[in-house]
């Protein structure tokens, strides 16, 4: 059974960073693309950030060049480093697979920027 842990929220100041984790199970973990997903107050969720098996990265427009996935294979770990935050980036981030299983979606992590 798959799943997924987010950790690494917190409250920043605008301007700040944050770097969020997210533990995966599976041992076909290497062979899976995987994505960030936020959930802002009132909102739909959104896809974040993706990374394919073999590394290629791809972003929503709105975070392009300040945030950034990465993985460890060997850790079974997803990382979404987020840099320059703005208040509109509050929200509830999630990681999943790409494309998303509904059955996979955790607690995610909470991230709240303020001015």
């Known amino acids: 059974q798959v799943q997924l842990v987010e950790s690494g929220g917190g409250l920043v100041q605008a301007g700040g960073s944050l770097r969020l984790s997210c533990a995966a199970s599976g041992s076909i973990f290497r062979f899976r693309s995987m994505g960030w997903y936020r959930r802002a107050p009132g909102k739909q969720r959104e896809s974040v950030a993706v990374?394919?098996?073999?590394?290629?990265?791809n972003y929503a427009d709105s975070v392009k060049g300040r945030f950034t996935i990465s993985r460890d294979n060997a850790k079974n770990t997803v990382y979404l480093q987020m840099n320059s935050l703005k208040a509109e980036d509050t929200a509830v981030y999630y990681c999943n697979d790409v494309p998303a299983y509904d059955a996979y979606w955790g607690q995610g992590t909470q991230v709240t920027v303020f001015s």
């Open positions: 990374i394919t098996n073999d590394g290629s990265t």
